[in-house]
């Protein structure tokens, strides 16, 4: 696990970007990285800013590259009133409190604005798998407690080879 955050968002606050929570997410060899994100109100309309996420952006294909810039092609012409119109039903609703979202970080993703009178709460972990670490990326967590990664087989490794150790030094 290398978040475990929650995050507020009050009456008023503006929509993010579309993006992604891993950064280089070119490489072969990256390590996954999931969010999951527990929800701790009710989000029952688009004026309470849910998450909305962009379909097909994290699977590795040449579709990929075409949704992405797509997106970031729509999100240019927001001015013109298009972006409503293209990804409203790109919208997880209705939402409620104790619901849940899992997502693979390479997803293209992003809180709408909150225009409603209530505050939007959510609590959030991030686990990353093996593989090399994304280019740009921050966690919660210091990074210290990354590196060197330590798995639980090691642990469990490391445990028995001194548990033998001390049976010998004892003969």
């Not at 009710?42 to 699977?59: F, R, S, V």
């Not at 797509?70 to 939402?95: A, Q, S, Y």
Request: glycine letters at 6%; aromatic letters at 8%.
């Amino acid at each position: 696990m290398v978040e475990f955050a929650a995050f507020i968002t009050n009456p008023g606050a503006e929509g993010q970007h579309f993006h992604m929570d891993s950064g280089n997410s070119f490489s072969k060899h990256q390590a996954p990285l999931y969010s999951l994100f527990l929800f701790l109100t009710d989000l029952e309309n688009e004026d309470q800013g849910p998450l909305q996420i962009a379909p097909c952006t994290h699977a590795l294909s040449t579709f990929r590259e075409a949704m992405r810039k797509t997106v970031k092609k729509t999100m240019r012409m927001r001015d013109v009133g298009i972006e409503k119109h293209c990804f409203n039903h790109w919208k997880l609703l209705p939402v409620r409190a104790g619901d849940a979202a899992l997502y693979d970080a390479t997803l293209l993703h992003r809180g709408t604005a909150n225009n409603s009178t209530r505050t939007r709460v959510v609590v959030y972990l991030s686990v990353l798998g093996v593989g090399e670490l994304a280019f740009g990326q921050t966690y919660a967590i210091d990074e210290k407690l990354l590196s060197p990664p330590l798995r639980f087989r090691t642990l469990v490794n490391a445990s028995i080879s001194q548990s033998s150790l001390s049976k010998e030094l004892e003969l």
